[in-house]
């Protein structure tokens, strides 16, 4: 498609952005836009507040780590040039808007594995017949949720609604019945969804992208932001949102981040960053939004106080993923082969339509996370038929074995000796 050359338009559109109020003195500086780049510089400020990885990263074994450790150094004196760091990501086209999501998941898997796992949970798909049986079961790795939005329409989208549907089991039933091994029939069943890793940082994502109706659409509706997040013993404090403004083909990102150091919300608009005026939750408690389609939250505890690790929080997540893991594996040893979790490389492809990225997003970069990765499984659990592979096997001890060869050979020779004897 020749539109796609078509250079997408950085227009800002400020008419639903909160309200700022320039400052004299800003611990913050901006990042300057080579373009079309105002998606990389908010995940850059997320980054850069995400301090939790800054120590993590690994500048002298790593290019992409050394030149973020730069910018977040050089960011609490001056505004940055990012030119060096879309060469190293491999962003040709500067002039072409991306997606802050892939933007953010592409740094994440170009950086080193002990910074990037700050924001990696893990999820367990599970799927069981309606006798209780276990059909499938699958942990994946995941950085970012992806909530949809489609049932929001005209309304008001609530994230926390939008958390509790992701996590809801599914049932199968009627033509939806699956073949369940040990019933050995198709049965009735329930696909559920479980954290079995919770992340030190956990995004959302608003997908606010989506393909209704055969065609590319963008929501636009209201989002309640939640100031934070509980998720059975973990809670979750918000302090990064990462807003679009304008279309599908031509649009703009904003980053609304809270200061570490001073507690307040500020705005990054590439290289302006400001005071929000009317401060997030200040008056009402509460945090509303039409722009919004990155929430980033930080685990209570999670913030790295005076040098010290949260430990607490990283050992008791390390316990309960190595229990779920040790339970897991008990149970696949005897029916299901292992598969090793796997981030996709990098899915931003270029000289792609902008169109084309959002389908990407909407598509197979979200499927990663997303419920309908429940139902594959449920077609693969469907097809599993048992196997000589799947079947429990049983080891003889040595000693046994070398018992069974003596016994053989006593028998053997008393044969023989009879038939000497006799003939
Ligand atoms: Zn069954």
């Known amino acids: ?24 003195t800003l611990p913050y500086y901006g990042l300057h836009n080579q373009g079309a780049t105002c998606y990389l510089n908010c995940v850059l400020q997320v980054l850069s507040m995400t301090t939790e990885i800054h120590d993590r990263l690994e500048p002298r074994s790593q290019i992409i780590d050394q030149q973020l450790k730069n910018i977040f150094k ?8 990012t030119g060096n760091l879309t060469k190293s990501l491999g962003i040709k086209n500067v002039l072409q808007q991306r997606d802050a999501a892939e933007c953010l998941e592409l740094i994440l898997n170009k950086i080193s594995p002990q910074a990037s796992e700050v924001f990696q949970g893990q999820l367990t798909y599970t799927t069981k017949c309606c006798s209780g049986h276990s059909i499938n079961e699958e942990t994946n790795p995941f950085w970012t949720l992806p909530l949809s939005l489609k049932d929001a329409h005209d309304k008001t989208f609530s994230v926390e609604s939008g958390l509790e549907k992701f996590f809801h089991p599914k049932s199968f039933n009627g033509d939806n019945m699956v073949y369940c091994n040990e ?49 059975k013993e973990k809670r979750y404090d918000l302090y990064g949102m990462v807003n679009h403004t304008g279309s599908l083909r031509g649009g703009h990102y904003t980053a609304i981040l809270l200061s570490n150091e001073d507690h307040t919300w500020y705005e990054f608009d590439d290289t302006r960053v400001n005071k929000v005026e009317e401060q997030p939750f200040a008056e009402t408690g509460t945090y509303n939004s039409s722009d919004v389609y990155l929430l980033v939250y930080r685990a209570s505890g999670s913030l790295r106080v005076e040098g010290k690790e949260p430990e607490m929080d990283r050992r008791r997540d390390a316990i309960n993923l190595e229990e779920s893991r040790e339970k897991k594996k008990m149970k696949k040893d005897a029916k299901y082969k292992q598969e090793v979790p796997r981030f996709p490389e990098s899915r931003i492809q270029e000289d792609a339509l902008v169109l084309q990225q959002i389908q990407n997003t909407s598509n197979s970069s979200r499927r ?5 990765a429940a ?6 659990g469907c097809k599993n038929k ?3 592979n799947s079947r429990p096997r049983y080891k003889m001890h040595p000693l046994w074995i070398l018992l069974i060869v003596i016994v053989v050979m006593l028998v053997v020779a008393l044969i023989i000796a009879l038939a000497i004897i006799y003939y």
Do not use: W
Not at 74 to 81: H, V
Not at 215 to 220: C, F, N, P, Q
Not at 375 to 380: C, P, R, V
């Open 183 to 231: 019933c050995e029939e198709k049965t009735e069943a329930e696909s559920g969804c479980e954290m079995v890793a919770f992340p030190q940082i956990l995004t959302l994502l608003l997908k606010r992208f989506d393909y209704v109706n055969m065609k590319h659409v963008k929501t636009t509706c209201s989002v309640d932001v939640p100031r934070a997040l509980q998720r």
């Open 1 to 24: 498609m020749s539109s796609s050359r078509k250079r997408s338009k950085d227009t800002d559109q400020k008419s639903k952005k909160p309200k700022v109020t320039p400052t004299q």
């Open 386 to 388: 048992p196997d000589e």
């Open 368 to 372: 990663q996370a997303d419920r309908s």
């Open 74 to 81: 050089k960011l609490k004196e001056t505004p940055c040039q």
């Open 375 to 380: 139902e594959e499984m449920m077609e693969k």
